[in-house]
């Protein structure tokens, strides 16, 4: 039988590549969004792939969510921990609604999400949690004090969780992608694409979303067993841990 995997924020950019790559190797997809209803709809009519509304921010509604998804396709093995946002302004015009925001998806989510789910990976002693992180995370980037805060907290996260799963079959990693070719990056403007941000970069060009979507697959698969707690840059050459 199929291994199941929920993937968040999975209906588009690097969540829908995820997703995407996760069915072709086999696994039974969940992709959970927040709120682009035809985005989401567009993603399951090409990819068969259901997609599953709810807001990662709130925890009854993501233990509503993964009990209708545990119900309809069976326990959740592997969760990937995706969805994000950013409401990105310098520190001192930053607002108290955007701080809370940011760490409510990005932060507040992975608790939210992983909590429901881990009793039932503890008892069948098999777990895979993959937490996407950012570049951000860690080397920190002036007008995302929130996000930044957020994603190097998903690290911690990561590294706490992993040394209490060990033991049980449970892995728990963090990918952190740097510039990657979503819809969301291509809209920068291209000069400044091309002056300011791929200068950074040592490869000389965005990362693609199927390239951290294959980080993924490996580190859900049986064979990644014997990994966890680990961090995995995924930058170009731009930053290292």
């Not at 993501?62 to 921990?81: S, W, Y």
């Not at 951000?136 to 990561?158: P, V």
């Amino acid at each position: 039988m199929a291994r199941v995997a929920v993937v968040t924020g999975g209906t588009r950019g690097i969540g829908a590549a995820i997703a995407t790559a996760l069915k072709s190797a086999g696994y039974t997809v969940a992709a959970n969004y927040a709120g682009n209803d035809a985005a989401a709809e567009r993603f399951s009519a090409e990819t068969g792939i259901p997609a599953v509304k709810w807001d990662v921010g709130d925890y009854e509604s993501c233990r509503a969510g993964l009990e209708r998804v545990e119900g309809e396709i069976g326990p959740v093995d592997v969760l990937v921990n995706n969805a994000g946002i950013t409401r990105d302004a310098m520190f001192h015009k930053m607002t108290p609604d955007q701080w809370k925001s940011v760490m409510r998806t990005n932060l507040d989510g992975l608790f939210n999400m992983t909590h429901p789910v881990w009793p039932g990976m503890r008892k069948r002693r098999f777990g895979r949690v993959v937490n996407i992180s950012s570049i951000n995370g860690q080397k920190g980037q002036a007008g995302q004090t929130n996000y930044s805060a957020a994603k190097a907290g998903d690290i911690g996260f990561t590294r706490a969780l992993a040394q209490e799963g060990a033991r049980v079959g449970i892995t728990v990693n963090v990918v952190c992608p740097g510039y990657v070719g979503t819809e969301m990056v291509r809209a920068i403007d291209e000069k400044v694409l091309a002056e300011r941000i791929l200068p950074q970069i040592p490869v000389g060009r965005l990362g693609e979303p199927d390239e951290i979507a294959r980080i993924v697959v490996f580190l859900a698969s049986d064979e990644a067993g014997f990994i966890t707690g680990s961090t995995i840059t995924a930058n170009g050459g731009q930053y290292f841990a």
